[in-house]
């Protein structure tokens, strides 16, 4: 199967190739962590894992990095307000948000760039573009990119320049620019940098990095001068990413990435969600809510990245249901008996279509929805299929858990699940030991007693299940251990 990826550049799908042969160099603009992300942050990032995931799915070597912005106009606002440098006050969400990585079960970058530790790389770059005459510098020490000089600006965007004015998408800082379509590269220092150790040295006096330059350099840091994919939300199309080709092609004179992927953004009653707005939920408020990290991920999931989601709390409700007939069904099949002499029954037929389905889902740009539901289609035909049938053949239902566990490879539901409802040993011979309780009170004709064991274990997120051939249990999510 040819996978197709959507390339902003083009406008179009265009089939994949990396520049080096089973090798991806794959960078992603992560957070300016400044506050916690929310939400519609992590939509962006699970699109980026799932791009991740899948290419190693495929069998690719891929070389993941998304930087950290802890450097920038709001992280020294907020520092400055708190008295405290930009160091102290990155840091906690630094933190906070590699951990909302950890708990949406996103794979881990090969490297998270911090923007202050690249300003001598930045420097370079920026007196190699005044050098190549695609930059000049002010006489307060700011230095602007001039983008008259790079005749292939607004290539990405495909904006028209004339229409360009100062405003919320583009800086208008008065550091005494030529146009006010340049932007900084270097802005001189100020007060208010000094102050929370936002300054660093260069050939034109104290100052600080532009936006735009940090992740260009990064990104040719860590990766080269010419990357297969860069990852982004939609807002950051213009100006930021059409700066970061401006400055970085300007100074290589090579093709800065091939592939430009963008996500679209996360509504919230119809609304984008923004931190500006003031309607934006964090990871922790769900989770202190009784939502299973595993149900976000699936919400996230659940629309192509390029089509707009509506955050509802009644959609995460629906995602959850939806991770527990998941692992219902993966119960089931575990706990199947098996014939090994049993006839076919048509099991790996559908377990073959279904990974079809879902791969050819995924090779259209990256289809999540579409392979969620070949997925599904999956749990409704093999369900069918047991109703019905006295006996499975061993190969047959393996297939089927196979099939299961390589497309959740991609998809990382059942394995978030399934790690948030591990239960301890302790924990686990505990729980037989009241179902053993509660067998005994209910052989008593002590239904009562029989009932509040239930009530304790479904508390400690146990859920019973009374079957033909006895009770069986499954953890729920946030099961309490032994105390």
């Not at 001068?225 to 930021?240: A, K, W």
Request: glycine share 6%; aromatic share 8%; hydrophobic share 40%.
């Amino acid at each position: 199967m040819t996978f197709t990826l959507y390339n902003t550049l083009s406008r179009a799908p265009e089939t994949f190739e990396p520049l080096e042969a089973g090798k991806v160099r794959i960078y992603a603009c992560g957070p300016t962590i400044y506050d916690h992300a929310h939400i519609g942050n992590f939509r962006s990032f699970i699109v980026y894992d799932l791009l991740h995931r899948y290419l190693e799915w495929k069998g690719y070597d891929v070389r993941f990095v998304m930087n950290l912005t802890d450097v920038d106009d709001r992280t020294i606002d907020r520092a400055a307000g708190a008295g405290v440098t930009i160091a102290e006050h990155t840091e906690p969400y630094a933190a906070s948000f590699l951990e909302g990585l950890r708990t949406l079960g996103i794979l881990e970058a090969d490297e998270y760039p911090r923007a202050t530790a690249y300003v001598q790389d930045m420097v370079e770059l920026v007196r190699a573009l005044v050098e190549k005459g695609h930059a000049y510098v002010t006489e307060d020490g700011s230095v602007y990119f001039s983008i008259s000089s790079f005749p292939e600006y607004g290539k990405l965007s495909r904006i028209d320049l004339d229409q360009v004015k100062p405003g919320a998408r583009v800086s208008s800082d008065d550091y005494g620019k030529d146009d006010v379509r340049d932007f900084a590269l270097w802005k001189s220092a100020k007060a208010k940098d000094e102050s929370v150790g936002a300054a660093w040295d260069s050939p034109w006096g104290r100052g600080r990095p532009g936006w735009h330059l940090e992740c260009s350099v990064m990104s040719l840091t860590e990766l080269g001068e010419t990357l297969d994919v860069h990852l982004g939300g939609e807002d950051l199309v213009f100006p930021h990413h059409e700066d970061e080709i401006a400055q970085s092609e300007a100074v290589t004179g090579k093709p800065f990435a091939r592939w430009w992927v963008h996500v679209k953004h996360l509504r919230v009653d119809d609304r984008k969600m923004a931190k500006s707005l003031g309607n934006f939920v964090v990871l922790k408020e769900l989770l202190d809510a009784g939502y299973e990290p595993a149900a976000v991920r699936h919400l996230l999931l659940s629309a192509h990245y390029r089509a707009e989601l509506n955050f509802t709390l009644d959609g995460l409700d629906g995602s959850a249901q939806a991770v527990q007939r998941l692992l219902d069904f993966e119960r089931r099949l575990q706990d199947l008996a098996v014939d090994p002499s049993a006839p076919p029954c048509g099991l790996a037929d559908v377990a073959k279509r279904a990974l079809a389905d879902f791969g050819s889902a995924m090779d259209h740009d990256l289809n999540s929805a579409d392979a969620l539901a070949a997925v599904f289609v999956l749990v409704t035909k093999v369900n069918q299929l047991l109703d019905r049938t006295p006996s499975v053949p061993v190969s047959e239902r393996d297939a089927v858990l196979d099939a299961l566990a390589s497309m959740d490879r991609v998809l990382g539901i059942i394995e978030v699940a399934r790690r948030d409802r591990m239960v301890d040993t302790d924990t686990t011979s505990w729980v037989e030991s009241r179902i053993d309780e509660r067998r005994e009170a209910r052989a008593n004709r002590d239904f009562a007693r029989a009932d509040a064991i239930r009530d304790e274990l479904l508390e400690r997120g146990i859920v019973l299940e009374d079957t033909a051939e006895g009770t069986r249990w499954k953890a729920a999510y946030g099961v309490k251990g032994v105390v």
